[in-house]
């Protein structure tokens, strides 16, 4: 699938299946815990999925894992690689690699780096609208979250 997003960059959109190797330099969670989705608040942006950078020499997994606990206190148990995309914009191109991620534990932290920490909803929908970031809005990432309950990892 192909998109333009609200930022007009273009998006490539593939979805996974299990035994697909993740090749991302970014990672999205979207993620769950104790049946609600778990979202991170940005500093800037608002409330989004967390996700991030990978850091040199890091697989999407340790990306991932690093990214959630950093932004939410969240522990990962368990991620299922679901889908890619790649954002191409004048300046650049990145990809990311998206999983479906269930959370066993969030711990209370200090500092969550760029972001006020973990908040839960059961739905984008609920996300108030002047809160919300951009990236909730993102074609991409709502066909991944469409998956996700696709794929009855979660019913929104």
């Known amino acids: 699938m192909e998109f333009i997003d609200q930022k007009n960059q273009h998006i490539k959109l593939r979805y996974c299946k299990p035994n697909d190797q993740p090749t991302g330099d970014h990672v999205l969670g979207l993620t769950l815990y ?7 608040k940005h500093r800037l942006r608002g409330i989004e999925f ?5 850091e040199k020499g890091e697989s999407t997994l340790q990306a991932l894992a690093r990214e959630i ?4 206190g969240g522990h990962l148990q368990t991620a299922y ?6 954002v191409t914009n004048a ?5 990311k690699d998206v999983y479906v991620c269930i959370i066993d534990a969030i711990e209370p932290k200090v500092d969550y780096f760029e972001t006020h920490g ?4 059961q739905s984008i929908e609920e996300v108030p609208k002047g809160d ?11 066909k991944c979250v469409e998956r996700m309950t696709e794929l009855g990892f979660y019913d929104t």
Not at 91 to 95: E, Y
């Open 34 to 40: 104790r049946n609600t989705m778990l979202f991170t």
């Open 118 to 121: 973990p908040i839960r909803f």
């Open 132 to 142: 919300k970031s951009f990236l909730l809005e993102d074609p991409a990432i709502l």
């Open 91 to 95: 300046q650049r191109s990145f990809t």
């Open 50 to 54: 967390p996700g991030g950078k990978c």
């Open 81 to 86: 690689y679901i889908a890619q995309y790649t």
């Open 69 to 72: 606990y950093e932004e939410t």
